[in-house]
């Protein structure tokens, strides 16, 4: 049997699926039991009831004061540098991502902490990765600081499980789409910014070509995910850092056209930019069958489920 997590520090906590994953934590397990920290400083509505604290992963020093202070005894470590931001910085991309993780990594391993989770992305994948779908385990190379800090993440993690014995946990998350929490310097952020300007100027100039198909997936299942796989037995996992993770693939022309059906007057149009090359050398689909076999992963949304929530929730909080 795994050991049962009580106390949980997210890193973080303000971004993406940092707030999102938070207040799901704070329901799981109390909110008294959930440390949210970040760089910069969270929106009060984002951490009410648990704790918050500022930290910066590269500092290991801060990061042991916290853990010994709030009795922590599980990381969900989220706090990255993404790829399109990556590209832009990538000597900041190395320091946060590599940095951040190894130290949350040392200092677990030192307090003997119950588990770690260290998520990885689609972006581990290359031109050279077989796009339809990626398998497992194919050879990683990637194009991008991003990609190769994580496939460097995946490989440390791992390491710490098989020579420390430490419980290191990940996914591959695909674009993840959701409505609380902006993404912030990702290649996939157009399919978030599209609903937002369909809703409030129906119009939408995307950052990729309409025909870029991207694996793609609706944050409660996101959430879901991370949830499952970190209180899945120890026992069945064959795996560790570096699940395939999918739900639903589609272009962005696709993307508009379902939107179109719930907003007629809706018009795209499309200016690839740099970010088009770092999505060029991402998959258009995944093989997810491991994390479906060792731990019974499964999605609940595709394509026309999710536009329809995001546009019911986007609507009401942009006050429509
Ligand atoms: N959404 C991420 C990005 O675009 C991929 O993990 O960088």
Known sequence: MSKTMHRILVTGAAGQIGSELTATLCERYGSENVLATDHREASASLHEGCSF????????????????????????????ILSAIGEEKPQLAWQVNMGGLYNVLEVARERN????????????????????????????????????????????????????????????????????????????????????????????????????????????????ATIDLMETDFGRLVHHCDFNLASMSFSAGELAAEITKHIPEFTCNYKPDKRQTIADSWPHAIDDSAARDEWGWKPSYDLPSMTEDMISRLSKKIGL
């Open 53 to 80: 604290e500022r930290l910066d992963v590269t500092d290991k020093k801060q990061i042991e004061i916290l853990i010994d202070r709030y009795e922590i005894d599980t990381v969900f470590h989220m706090a990255a």
């Open 113 to 224: 902490l119950v588990r770690v989770f260290s998520p990885s992305s689609i972006a581990v994948f290359g031109p050279e990765t077989p796009p339809d779908p990626a398998p497992q385990t194919p050879p990683l190379r990637p194009t991008t600081m991003y990609g190769l800090t994580k496939v460097a993440g995946e490989l440390l993690g791992d390491y710490y499980v098989h020579r420390f014995g430490l419980d290191v946990r990940g996914v591959r998350y695909p674009g993840i789409i959701s409505s609380e929490t902006l993404p912030g310097g990702g290649t996939t952020d157009y399919a978030v910014e599209v609903f937002y300007e369909a809703l409030r100027k129906k119009h939408y100039t995307c950052f990729v070509r309409e025909d870029t198909v991207l694996p793609m997936m609706y944050m409660p299942d996101c959430i879901q």
